[in-house]
């Protein structure tokens, strides 16, 4: 799995990327790697493209994933995940509802316009989608 991301400090958003088949353990070394990072303590709202990435791995490991997300991540922000089949968004379902029930604040959708609408970003889809194709870092 490629992680590709980056973070834009001046509107406390962290864009991610996922391609590929996913890796529990790569997404693991990559937030661990992350969180030591200065720019994550401004980060309050994160999006996740989930278009290009087979998620039948997190599907199997959700409760792994859960307990990652609960008890290292730790921190409170928004995370709006974009979906673009049935798959992906039945697991991210499933995931968001888990974590919402912990009070963490997580949605998914299937457009970038209401990508940027829960997100609450001031910018075009046009703008955005060139953001999200062209991210400065790769894990």
């Known amino acids: 799995m490629e992680i590709q991301y ?17 890796s ?10 992350l969180i030591k990072k200065d720019e994550w303590k401004c980060v309050q709202k994160v ?5 290009e990435v087979n ?25 709006v ?3 673009d089949n049935p798959f992906s968004t039945a697991t991210v379902h499933l995931y968001q509802n888990e974590l919402n029930n912990k009070e ?3 949605k ?16 075009s889809e046009k703008e955005f989608e060139f953001k999200l194709r062209n991210l400065e870092n790769q894990f």
Do not use: P, W
């Not at 973070?7 to 991610?16: A, D, G, H, T």
């Not at 529990?24 to 790697?33: I, V």
């Open 104 to 106: 963490y604040d997580y």
């Open 24 to 33: 529990l353990e790569h997404y693991c070394t990559y937030m661990n790697d």
């Open 47 to 51: 999006l996740t493209d989930l278009r």
């Open 6 to 22: 980056q973070v834009i400090s001046e509107k406390k958003l962290l864009i991610q990327r996922y391609i590929g088949v996913y």
């Open 55 to 79: 998620l039948e791995h997190a599907f199997e490991n959700l409760t792994k994933l859960i307990d990652f997300r609960d008890k290292v991540v730790i921190k409170k922000y928004r995370n």
């Open 108 to 123: 998914y959708c299937s457009t970038i316009e209401k990508a940027i609408q829960l997100l609450k970003l001031n910018e």
């Open 81 to 83: 995940f974009l979906v």
